[in-house]
Every structure is written in C-alpha cells, then in structure tokens.
C-alpha cells in the first residue's frame, strides 16, 4: 500500500512529485493491471474499506487496489496526476471534501439506477458525481450528571446566556464543524448564523479542542456542560465505558427546527477512470444491503440505504428527524462559513 503525507503548504510541491511519479510507475506498469481490477483512492482507514473491499472481491472476482492517505493529499494528487491517473474511484468522508473534488473536475457524472434507488436524493450530488455511502449525524451531547435534558433544544440555543462558560467545542479547522455552519447559513442567513456561531464562542468554558473524543472527555471531567460531536465518536467512547455519564441529544427537533444536522462518507467516480465500468458495479454494490451493513456498522454510522437497519447500538440512541437539505450544502457554502467562523473568532 503506498502512502504519502500533506502536513503543511511547503509540502504540497512534494505531494505533487510524489503523485506525478506514482502516475508515471503505475502507468508503466499499466500491462500488468487486470481487466477488471479496480484502483480506489480513499481517505476512509483501511479497517473501514477492506472489509467491504474483500466481500467484493469474494463475490465477483473482481480485484480492488486501494491507496489510502488524507483527503487533501487525494485531491493534490488526482490534480497532478491528471487524464493519467490510475484511480478509479474517490472515496472520502464528509460532503464538503466530495463537493470540492467535483468543483474541482475530478469526478465524473453517473447515472444509474441502483444508485438513485438506494442513495435518498438528499445524500448524493444532485449532477450524479458523488453517492453517500453512510451517513453521519452531528448532535448535542451533554453531562447526566450536571444537564438536565430538557433544558436542551437546539444548536442555535447553545448561543444562549444560560450556557454561558459550559459549552465545549471542536475547533473550527476540522471539515465537519464547517459542514454543520455551511447548513446554518443555508437555513438561518449569514447573519443569524453568524451570531449563533458568536454566541457559541462566548459561552466557550475552555479552548477549543482538536477532536470530538476531547469534546466528550472534557464534559466527562467536569469542564462543561455540553458540547457538539459526530455520533459514532460517543458510540465508540461508550461502546469501551458505557458507564460513562454523558448521552446524546438529538438537536432540533421541535416544530418548524431544521432537524440533526446529518453528513455522509461517500465516493465518486473518477473523470478519468480507466476502468469505469466496473467501478460503476462496485459504487452500486456498496449502496446495497450487504454493503451497507459492513460500512456503516465497522464505524458505528448510519446505512445511507434506507431499507438497511443501523447496528443495535446505533439503533438503541432511538430516532430522530434528520435535516432534509442536500447535503452539497456543506461544500457550496464552505468558504462562506470558514470565513464566518474567523470573524466570530472561532478557531
């Protein structure tokens, strides 16, 4: 498996050297790649994809190729690789990396009905360049122990002076808390998403942290009161301590209130892919039962399809009424919403 690393700008010439010349080996190689065999560039944690992968290759004796590195490093590299790229498929997390890879002409526009059956129209581009795969939903959690849960309501009211020092958050840089403010704008305007966004910045009990597993701890430690994560981080820290004193919140759920902000992972086919056919196959196969089951119970997620139940665990959180936007919103109004997040001063 070949890797490569994007840690900072001044290492961007390297990633493209390094993407070019992994073209050009892979292009030499060229007679040696099966027929049918498949090249996936994904961001997902081999855990994740391989599982799905082998089933696939098990089933239809088609062989898959994946290289896994950072979305960022993905993108630089089907840039630099260019109408020579080996990559089928692009598989990566959050709609706002799937929006930019397609802004950027990277995806190619499919149209099948496997797809459009079991991909709600919400979760997939609607020019057919990316399907959600699973579906992710980014809610309040709060202590039991110092919350009482009827005191909760929505993300907005986060920004209300009676949480005033007891709200923790992730910082602003990550992709999916610009995803969650990229929806407000949508539903709310720039400006009441902006004085939410500062509210939240105002009620901070503490620095921002770098992940959602830190969000939790911190609430667990008594450092605040509530804070925002993505579900299957709390289903992960609590599937190891259950008798940890936090729970989830499902925000937004109230008369007229836009729902829990919902993401996904997802994949597209590749502009240039040079086996596209088959990678068509697969992308449909992952969005059907089977599938569904290996990649959204691996990581605690939603099943995009429907017709598929989440895992008992995931299930027991109990029900909630999901935002209906596309979730393309989250990529259309990214810059909106990072340079809004600066403003307010949320880093």
């Known amino acids: ?28 190689c060229g007679d040696q790649r099966r027929a049918d065999e498949i090249i996936v560039y994904t961001s997902r944690a081999d855990h994740l994809v391989k599982p799905v992968f082998d089933a696939y290759t098990a089933e239809t004796g088609t062989a898959i190729r994946f290289i896994t590195d950072n979305e960022a490093a993905l993108i630089t590299r ?25 802004d950027r002409g990277l995806l190619q526009s499919v149209s ?58 992730r910082t602003s840089k990550k992709v999916y808390n610009q995803s969650l403010v990229a929806t407000m704008i949508e539903r709310l305007g720039e400006a009441e998403a902006e004085r939410v966004v500062r509210g939240w ?25 509530v804070g925002i994560v993505n579900t299957y981080y709390f289903g992960r820290m609590l599937r190891d301590r259950p008798d940890l004193p936090i729970r989830l919140f499902w925000a937004n759920q109230g008369d007229g209130e836009s729902g829990v902000h919902v993401n996904v992972s997802g994949a597209g086919l590749t502009r240039n892919a040079p086996n596209a056919e088959a990678a068509l196959d697969l992308l449909a196969w992952m969005a059907q039962p089977q599938a569904q089951r290996i990649l959204a119970d691996g990581n605690l997620e939603y099943p995009v399809n429907p017709d598929v139940m989440p895992d008992e665990q995931v299930a027991a959180w109990g029900d909630f009424r999901p935002d209906d936007l596309n979730v393309e919103i989250a990529g259309r109004r990214q810059v909106e919403a990072v340079k809004l997040m600066d403003r307010a001063g949320y880093r």
């Open 1 to 28: 498996m070949v890797r490569t690393r994007v840690k900072s700008a001044d290492m961007r010439g390297v990633a493209v050297c390094v993407a070019v010349i992994m073209a050009l080996m892979l292009s030499a």
């Open 78 to 102: 089907l840039e630099a690789e260019g109408a020579g790229s080996p990559a089928d498929m692009l598989i990566t997390v959050d709609a706002g990396n799937l929006w930019l890879a397609a």
């Open 112 to 169: 099948d009905a496997r797809l459009e059956s079991a991909v709600p129209a919400n979760l997939r581009d609607p020019d057919g360049q990316w399907f959600g795969l699973t579906v992710r939903a980014r809610t309040l959690v709060y202590s039991t122990e110092r919350v009482d849960p009827e005191t909760l309501s929505t993300y907005e009211a986060l920004a209300d002076d009676a949480w005033q020092d007891r709200v923790c958050l």
């Open 201 to 225: 910045i105002d009620n901070l009990a503490t620095d921002v942290f770098a992940n959602d597993n830190a969000v939790m701890q911190a609430i667990v430690a008594g450092q605040c009161d």
